[in-house]
């Protein structure tokens, strides 16, 4: 409960609001009083009341007029209804119309006492669960402005003077020497990238991308993502091959954006899979919607962590060995996937591989389409 909670009590009956006053000021409450409905709305301006008690029938403005109005400005104030028993259905009536609770006349203190406790008791946990929300708003805020003043900018600079250096020093240093340098540059890059994401994730800025949006022909996406992976897969001894379903529609998209949810998923089943074992990436269109599927034959994922993967820091439980990460990847994915009004989904047998589909809504037909339907092409 609130230390000091204010009580506000709009009744016609002179002796109800007696009898509220006597019973709830007697525990740490004000209690204020007001004789009919417009008389109740302004006496609430007054005070903001904690909780509110009206009866449902008075002369002038009834109890759910008086609700209604109560609702309309302040939607979160708790409100319980006063009835007496002829009245009940218009109780249901005014819980369905957001009264918290209705109190039956006649009623006893001890129950009056009780079903305000109850009130005072929601109104401190709708206030509480505001300020947490509040509180997780700024810290995303501050996180984001923290991480980018903070950090990204001197280890920005700290980069540029490295590669400087080393290019002063190129003559001089030993093998060891570069090779140590080299280290120090990719962990220097790791950092920046992994602030990158972090920005991504915390910024509540997503939905600017939207300013850039504009017609997008995603077998371009498809092949600069493939594009950017290939390296790493061929090291692992693992090749890409992508499939596009013609005549595939332009998405109304940030070309970079999408390109870099596919990354994501590419570099995933890289991650995730093993040598030998090709990826399949399939783009095709069906009821309106492009997709995008990348298909592996990697350790596949848990039944139970399915639902949680595209939440932020989620990580799975079938880790190969020596794999790191940081569980964002799918996070950030998942944020452009709906500031393109589309989706991203999972499906996975663990030991035979995953299937991660990205689905976006499609704007127009692909203006070079080739005049056969459904011809497949590679890119
Ligand atoms: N293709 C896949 N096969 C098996 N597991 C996967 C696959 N893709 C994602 N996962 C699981 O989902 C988790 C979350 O993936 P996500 O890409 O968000 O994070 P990450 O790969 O761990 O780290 P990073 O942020 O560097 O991408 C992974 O840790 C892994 O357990
Ligand atoms: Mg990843």
Same mark, same amino acid.
């Given at each position: 409960?609130?230390? %000091?909670?204010?009580?506000? /009590?709009?009744?016609?009956?002179?002796?109800? &609001?007696? =009898?509220?006053? #006597?019973? @709830?000021?007697?525990?740490?409450?004000?209690?204020?009083?007001?004789?009919?409905?417009?008389?109740?709305?302004?006496?609430?301006?007054?005070?903001?009341?904690?909780?509110?008690?009206?009866?449902?029938?008075?002369?002038?403005?009834?109890?759910?007029?008086?609700?209604?109005?109560?609702?309309?400005?302040?939607?979160?104030?708790?409100?319980?209804?006063?009835?007496?028993?002829?009245?009940?259905?218009?109780?249901?009536?005014?819980?369905?119309?957001?009264?918290?609770?209705?109190?039956?006349?006649?009623?006893?203190?001890?129950?009056?006492?009780?079903?305000?406790?109850?009130?005072?008791?929601?109104?401190?946990?709708?206030?509480?669960?505001?300020?947490?929300?509040?509180?997780?708003?700024?810290?995303?805020? %501050?996180?984001?402005?923290? /991480?980018?003043?903070?950090?990204?900018?001197? &280890?920005? =600079?700290?980069? #540029?003077? @490295?590669?400087?250096?080393?290019?002063?020093?190129?003559?001089?240093?030993?093998?060891?020497?570069?090779?140590?340098?080299?280290?120090?540059?990719?962990?220097?890059?790791?950092?920046?990238?992994?602030?990158?994401?972090?920005?991504?994730?915390?910024?509540?800025?997503?939905?600017?991308?939207?300013?850039?949006?504009?017609?997008?022909?995603?077998?371009?996406?498809?092949?600069?993502?493939?594009?950017?992976?290939?390296?790493?897969?061929?090291?692992?001894?693992?090749?890409?091959?992508?499939?596009?379903?013609?005549?595939?529609?332009?998405?109304?998209?940030?070309?970079?954006?999408?390109?870099?949810?596919?990354?994501?998923?590419?570099?995933?089943?890289?991650?995730?899979?093993?040598?030998?074992?090709?990826?399949?990436?399939?783009?095709?269109?069906?009821?309106?919607?492009?997709?995008?599927?990348?298909?592996?034959?990697?350790?596949?994922?848990?039944?139970?962590?399915?639902?949680?993967?595209?939440?932020?820091?989620?990580?799975?439980?079938?880790?190969?060995?020596?794999?790191?990460?940081?569980?964002?990847?799918?996070?950030?994915?998942?944020?452009?996937?709906?500031?393109?009004?589309?989706?991203?989904?999972?499906?996975?047998?663990?030991?035979?591989?995953?299937?991660?589909?990205?689905?976006?809504?499609?704007?127009?037909?692909?203006?070079?389409?080739?005049?056969?339907?459904?011809?497949?092409?590679?890119?």
């Amino acid at each position: 409960m609130p230390p %000091n909670p204010t009580i506000l /009590v709009i009744d016609d009956e002179e002796v109800v &609001l007696d =009898a509220c006053t #006597q019973v @709830l000021a007697s525990g740490s409450c004000q209690v204020c009083t007001a004789g009919n409905g417009a008389e109740g709305l302004l006496r609430l301006e007054e005070v903001q009341p904690d909780l509110v008690f009206v009866d449902l029938k008075m002369p002038g403005l009834s109890g759910l007029e008086v609700l209604e109005k109560i609702r309309a400005k302040h939607p979160r104030m708790v409100v319980i209804v006063i009835t007496g028993y002829a009245t009940v259905s218009s109780a249901i009536e005014a819980m369905k119309k957001g009264a918290f609770d209705f109190l039956p006349k006649p009623f006893t203190p001890d129950e009056l006492r009780l079903i305000a406790r109850r009130g005072l008791e929601h109104h401190r946990l709708v206030q509480q669960t505001l300020s947490l929300r509040r509180e997780q708003e700024m810290l995303r805020e %501050n996180f984001a402005a923290i /991480v980018s003043h903070e950090l990204k900018s001197p &280890l920005g =600079a700290l980069q #540029q003077n @490295l590669y400087v250096l080393v290019a002063e020093l190129d003559e001089q240093l030993s093998p060891d020497q570069q090779q140590r340098f080299a280290r120090l540059q990719t962990r220097l890059e790791d950092l920046l990238k992994l602030i990158h994401s972090w920005l991504r994730v915390f910024s509540v800025d997503i939905n600017k991308l939207k300013e850039t949006f504009q017609p997008t022909a995603l077998a371009e996406v498809v092949a600069k993502a493939v594009e950017s992976v290939q390296p790493h897969a061929t090291r692992k001894g693992i090749s890409i091959e992508p499939t596009v379903t013609e005549p595939l529609p332009l998405v109304n998209g940030d070309a970079g954006s999408l390109a870099e949810v596919v990354v994501n998923l590419l570099n995933n089943a890289v991650k995730y899979s093993f040598p030998d074992r090709p990826i399949q990436v399939r783009a095709d269109a069906a009821n309106g919607q492009v997709r995008i599927a990348v298909t592996d034959r990697g350790v596949g994922i848990a039944k139970e962590d399915l639902p949680h993967l595209f939440q932020d820091f989620a990580r799975g439980h079938t880790q190969p060995e020596g794999v790191s990460g940081c569980g964002l990847g799918l996070a950030i994915s998942r944020r452009i996937a709906e500031v393109h009004g589309g989706s991203i989904s999972a499906a996975s047998e663990p030991g035979q591989g995953s299937t991660f589909t990205l689905s976006l809504p499609a704007v127009a037909a692909a203006a070079d389409s080739p005049p056969s339907p459904n011809s497949e092409r590679k890119v």
